[in-house]
């Protein structure tokens, strides 16, 4: 058989019916495929395009007349927003500063509840206030203004792919001309696919060169946007199809858009760089529209390979490369030879440290997003680009680091313990609204892991105490601060478990003792016996009450703090004594905006009152004896006597936890040290936690605590001795707040001869 | 005669501040807060609720011990319809009240409709009978 008859027979066999059959099912086929391909590309173009990252903001800084900031710190938090110091500041984001005067132009910024233009601020400040905020061209007051916030975090997409949107006006032109020059001459014209540029392709790959080249910015786009990255003949042929229809739908400048946003330009680390809009911070710490001719080019350089030309790693790839755009673009005409020189002269520009990715904040962070996960799915957390705002207050946080970290060093070498010995964490609130103003991890405050502010529960010891002494003041028909309590031994039998005899830290007993004094010295047997005279359930509701949400169980030893908390739980329990019984959930975000700009939720400040305020006064003043004359007079080194904190020690068994949790006009915090493998530190409450916190309170310049007393309560002198009635100058005699009725109605001794003597003072003019 | 003018001027003025002060006391000698409560007010007014618990609260940060901003946040709980919050913040504002009788008389009545609004009729006519011992 020849092939001629071969020939014959097939065209027998596909003449009439059959070969029109075979064409139209394969057109129908592809009809199909394309219809396929059509709908997916509508969808992702129309639909979201990117998964965009969530941004966290810290609390931003609020400026008037009479708020308290200091020259260093507002000159730390415009360090910390990167705003440039200059001579004349003409741009937003600079200042110039003189001395106690500061002359500054805020960057506009979205707020929730609007924009906030670029403001022209004259900052006077004076003894540690802002004394007088002006606009600086009309020299007209200013009430407030807001710098914008900083910004903590970003919570990435599962690829970890991060970008910042821009919209194409945004885009330099040197940019758009670049792209074209270098990657794609004829994109403007074009249907999608250049023949041309591909049939050049090819025949130098058919010479043997690289495989490259000859896809337009539209194929490109496709390419990065739905095909994976191996190169077969089917990939290619889709990827000719998708990019027809992509362009048979959209305008140029739409894919345009998308481009630019769309394509891989840097990594760090797991963070993958997407865009020109960020890659310009990436590379530039510069917003895009600010760039140069020559910082563009760079940016288009990398197009075509951001690791092999990186130009932090391969500075003179990256510079031979950014030339050669630099030179397409005179060859095209888009710039001027004298422009050209001028860019060939400059230098790469880039920043030597990329802005990170990661979080400077990450224990608070990780607050931010499990309080996120409440109400948000994790998949729109990553991929929505929500704008979160925080109570993060970068100055107390600061504060809190430096604290922990240098006096956990410090107690490490006084005390000859190997390094690192010894974690710590801490937690600031504001007093007053629950907002969570620093949480502070462990000692490397960086370390994205293990979060001992939040998941660290350790026995609080005697940090429970204040809920005994709230319960017992909350009858004040049976106890006030002057009731005295009894302080020795004591052996207590409960059936099926063992008998438990409790001690004091000194080992010793004290006998009778004035309520509030037991509670100042934090003794052991005087406040067990007190719980178990009150109920231990009744004293664990009332711990629930402050805010505790787990359920302890009632043993007689949970009386002195067995059980466990995490310092945030502890937080959240003082927080209800700070703000005068009324009970805040503790928060850590303010509002959330959409990736637009639009209000999306907020987090209202609410409160429920928890304690009656006249026992709540009570409570707080004798936790200000505490610090006075008690377990915690060792903060008097850092915090001047006159702010009255109210505050309390923690010593867990063994000396292996050490806690201090306290709070003063404005704040409460809570502090606790200890190691990992919880082996005995030999710190109390007093040694190791009290002198972290006061460290941090003395950087804060704390407002004093000075509760003003409810309208039932009256102030009396009482005898410490007898617990009874003094006048004010019987010797020793202290004055005690009283629910009113409830004071002693016996005098001591002294106090019946005392208002003869004051009679007399009276007389003779004393 | 110039003088004289000045005086007269002077007067009007003095009379007209004493009018101010005698009508409505400052609620702050902070104009940030000032400013941010009549933001508040007026959002309040054009029912924007929200944005005006954002301006209250914003005040609050500035200055957590007023008890006329603890107040004006329950007012605004009590329009959004949260009778609990406003009791509370209420509540929170007669802490910080010291020795102003007025204002805590005030807010023992707004305590009282809080109530009322809650179906607590005895708690509410207690509530009342707290304002009326203020006087």
């Known amino acids: 058989m020849t092939v001629g008859a071969l020939f014959r027979g097939l065209k027998e066999y596909l003449t009439g019916g059959r070969l029109r059959l075979i064409l139209l099912l394969l057109l129908l086929l592809l009809a199909a495929f394309t219809l396929y391909l059509d709908i997916t590309i509508r969808a992702q173009f129309e639909g979201k395009r990117w998964a965009l990252p969530a941004r966290v903001y810290a609390r931003p800084l609020e400026l008037y007349p009479g708020a308290k900031l200091t020259p260093e710190q507002l000159a730390a938090e415009l360090t910390l927003l990167r705003y440039h110091q200059v001579a004349a500041p003409e741009e937003p984001g600079s200042y110039r500063r003189a001395g106690e005067e500061f002359e500054l132009l805020t960057r506009p910024f979205l707020f929730w509840d609007g924009t906030q233009n670029v403001l022209r601020l004259r900052v006077e400040l004076d003894a540690g206030r802002v004394h007088k905020l002006r606009d600086h061209k009309t020299g007209a007051a200013v009430n407030l203004a807001r710098l914008d916030p900083l910004l903590i975090g970003s919570i990435y997409p599962a690829h970890n792919e991060d970008r910042v949107l821009v919209r194409l006006k945004e885009v330099p032109q040197d940019i758009v001309n670049g792209l074209v020059a270098v990657e794609d001459r004829k994109f403007f014209s074009h249907h999608g696919v250049d023949p041309r540029g591909m049939a050049r392709a090819a025949v130098t790959m058919l010479r043997g060169g690289a495989v490259q080249g000859g896809s337009t910015l539209t194929q490109q786009l496709v390419k990065n946007f739905y095909l994976s990255s191996d190169r077969t003949l089917r990939r290619k042929f889709t990827e000719i199809l998708m990019a027809l229809l992509l362009e048979s739908h959209y305008g140029k400048e739409e894919i345009l858009e998308t481009y630019v946003n769309e394509i891989y330009l840097g990594q760090d680390g797991n963070r993958a760089v997407h865009g020109f809009g960020l890659a310009s911070h990436f590379y530039f710490g510069q917003p895009l529209p600010r760039l140069t001719l020559a910082q563009s080019a760079l940016l288009v350089a990398l197009v075509k390979g951001p690791s092999h030309y990186d130009p932090r790693r391969f500075p003179q790839r990256a510079l031979e490369r950014r030339n050669l755009v630099l030179a397409e673009l005179h060859r095209r005409e888009f710039i001027s030879p004298r422009q050209l020189a001028a860019a060939r002269a400059e230098p790469l520009g880039v920043t030597t440290k990329p802005p990170s990715g990661a979080s400077p904040y990450p224990a608070f962070l990780d607050l931010v997003h499990r309080q996120l996960r409440r109400d948000y799915d994790e998949d729109d957390l990553r991929s929505e680009g929500l704008q979160i705002f925080t109570t993060l207050d970068p100055q107390a946080q600061r504060a809190a680091e430096h604290a922990l970290t240098r006096r956990l060093a410090e107690l490490e070498r006084a005390r000859a313990m190997p390094a690192h010995t010894l974690e710590g964490s801490v937690v600031v609130t504001s007093a007053q609204h629950g907002e969570v103003q620093a949480v502070v991890g462990g000692r490397d405050t960086l370390f994205e892991g293990f979060n001992r502010a939040l998941d660290a529960q350790r026995p609080i010891g005697s940090l429970i105490k204040p809920a005994v002494y709230l319960a017992a003041l909350e009858r004040p028909d049976s106890y006030t601060l002057a009731t005295p309590l009894d302080d020795s031994r004591l052996v207590w039998k409960e059936r099926g478990i063992k008998d438990w005899e409790p001690n004091n830290y000194d080992m010793e007993f004290h006998g009778r003792v004035a309520l509030h004094t037991a509670l100042a010295n934090s003794y052991n047997v005087a406040t067990a016996r007190l719980g178990l005279e009150l109920g231990v359930p009744q004293v664990m509701e009332t711990v629930q009450r402050l805010g505790v949400e787990r359920e302890f169980p009632t043993y007689a030893s949970s009386l002195l703090g067995t059980s466990e908390l995490a310092p945030i739980e502890v937080a959240q329990m003082y927080q209800t004594l700070a703000s005068g019984g009324f009970r805040s959930p503790l928060r850590a975000i303010r509002e959330i905006l959409t990736v637009d700009g639009k209000p999306l939720q907020r987090y209202p400040l609410a409160v429920e009152q928890a304690v009656e305020p006249a026992p709540a006064y009570l409570l707080t003043t004798a936790l200000q004896g505490v610090v006075r004359e008690g377990t915690g007079q060792g903060l008097r080194q850092y915090v001047a006597p006159a702010v009255g904190v109210a505050g309390k020690t923690g010593t867990t068994g063994d000396l292996r936890d050490s806690w201090f949790a306290g709070y003063t006009g404005d704040r409460l915090a809570v502090v606790w040290v200890g190691a990992d493998d919880n082996r005995p530190v030999q710190l109390t409450g007093s040694t190791g936690a009290l002198v972290v916190w006061g460290d941090m309170m003395a950087q804060l310049d704390p407002e004093p605590l000075a509760l003003p007393p409810p309208e039932t309560i009256e102030r009396v002198w009482i005898d410490p001795k007898t617990g009874r009635r003094a006048a004010k100058d019987c010797q020793g005699a202290v004055e005690l707040p009283f629910i009113r009725g409830s004071a002693p109605k016996e005098n001591a001794p002294c106090a019946t001869a005392a208002p003869v003597r004051s009679w007399f003072k009276g007389l003779f003019g004393e | ?135």
């Open chain 2, 1 to 135: 005669m110039m003088r004289y003018r000045h005086r007269l001027w002077l007067g009007v003025f003095a009379l007209l501040a004493g009018c101010v002060t005698v009508g409505e006391p400052p609620i702050s000698d902070k104009g940030a807060v000032v400013a941010l409560v009549d933001t508040a007010r007026a959002d309040g007014a054009a029912g924007k609720t929200d944005s005006a618990a954002a301006a209250l609260e914003r005040a609050l940060r500035i200055e957590p011990q007023n008890p006329a901003l603890w107040r004006e946040l329950a007012l605004l709980r009590l329009r959004q319809g949260e009778p609990q919050q406003a009791e509370s913040l209420a509540a929170k504002s007669n802490t910080w009240a010291g020795s102003n009788k007025k204002l805590r008389a005030a807010n023992w009545r707004l305590i009282a409709q809080a109530r009322r609004e809650r179906g607590d009729d005895a708690g509410a006519r207690a509530a009342l009978e707290k304002a009326e011992q203020e006087r």
